[in-house]
């Protein structure tokens, strides 16, 4: 099929040489012409995964009408804090009687995780907000761009209100190395997807200070144990948060060197400002953005989320790396469970 890739990132590209292997053409819309003419002239993304030549299928188009007139499907690669930005342009081509083909009438797959800062909504709300009607799918799971990129073996899950669409995504996306599993419970995939880049952060500050694999493991557990009980308020299915979009992608994203939001908490543990640190990294560091809206979320609904309010203590409030870590494993001992 022809196929729209909005937002020239990591992920972006990445799905875009994957999606062209397949035999797809495909339009990667990127925010700047010289990206796009780079891409186009070079075969290689200048700003991301610059050592890896893109398929001849990819064509990047710095023209979003274009782009989207283009695709018979879109599939959204912009960062959670963006997406809003971006959808608001499509609901404006939505309104403009010489496209072709409008946004509002196609299927979208979003790739993005995280919480939207200023209205505290997942990505699909947004979506849904903006494009009512609109037929929306959200993909996540453990997979870096670094590995996607070069067809190394990973698995993942598309998530949807209708399963038919899961499953034509299934079908145009799915292959031998990047495996794609279903779903009908939208809210727990994002979820899984945005919290985890949270927990990562916590995990990288305390690898910073050389606490072990034991304190590591005993984070990314008991992070998993937050997004279940904020889960369970939000009706989602324990086995979603279980599965790739949960586990999966909380380990991947706890445990890989290619985790930006690892490294984020590796360098707010070294000393670095927030804003130092996100400079290091080069790219969104999701996490450092979603703990905001999560906080907010679940001291409204009165909900006890130790290791995310850590992380926003030491990331806005000034609070002490060292203090915030002994106050989490010096809490008052309780049953696992609660």
């Excluded at 342009?89 to 790739?111: E, H, V």
């Excluded at 072990?212 to 369970?232: F, P, S, W």
């Amino acid at each position: 099929m022809n196929l729209t890739i909005l937002g020239a990132g990591s992920f972006g590209t990445a799905m875009s040489n994957h999606a062209a292997r397949l035999g797809h053409e495909v339009r990667l819309w990127c925010r700047g012409a010289a990206q796009a003419e780079a891409i186009n002239s070079k075969r290689i993304n200048p700003r991301y995964l610059k050592g890896c030549e893109l398929h001849e299928k990819v064509r990047a188009e710095a023209n979003l009408e274009r782009a989207v007139a283009f695709g018979e499907k879109i599939i959204l690669a912009v960062p959670t804090q963006s997406l809003r930005d971006v959808l608001e342009r499509l609901t404006a081509l939505n309104c403009n009687s010489d496209l072709n083909s409008q946004p509002a009438g196609k299927k979208i797959l979003s790739l993005a995780k995280g919480i939207e800062i200023a209205s505290g909504k997942l990505p699909h709300q947004i979506a849904e907000a903006l494009l009512p009607g609109v037929s929306y799918s959200a993909l996540s799971g453990p997979s870096h761009s670094e590995e996607v990129v070069r067809d190394l073996p990973t698995a993942v899950v598309i998530a949807s209100r209708s399963h038919q669409t899961a499953q034509e995504w299934q079908k145009a996306l799915n292959s031998s190395h990047f495996r794609i599993y279903t779903s009908d419970d939208l809210v727990g995939v994002e979820l899984g997807g945005a919290v985890k880049n949270v927990i990562a952060i916590a995990v990288g500050i305390s690898q910073s200070l050389n606490f072990g694999d034991n304190a590591k493991a005993a984070l990314a557990t008991r992070g998993l144990a937050e997004i279940a009980k904020l889960g369970a308020t939000l009706g989602i299915a324990p086995l979603t948060l279980a599965g790739l979009a949960g586990t999966g992608d909380l380990m991947v994203t706890c445990y890989s060197h290619h985790s930006r939001n690892l490294r984020f908490g590796l360098a707010i543990g070294r000393g670095l400002s927030v804003e130092e640190a996100t400079s290091e990294i080069g790219q969104v560091v999701e996490g450092a953005h979603t703990v905001k809206a999560l906080v907010g979320y679940a001291r409204k609904a009165g909900i006890e989320l130790p290791l995310a309010e850590g992380v926003h203590a030491v990331l806005y409030e000034g609070a002490s790396i060292e203090q915030t870590l002994e106050k989490l494993f010096f809490r008052e001992p309780k049953p696992e469970l609660d």
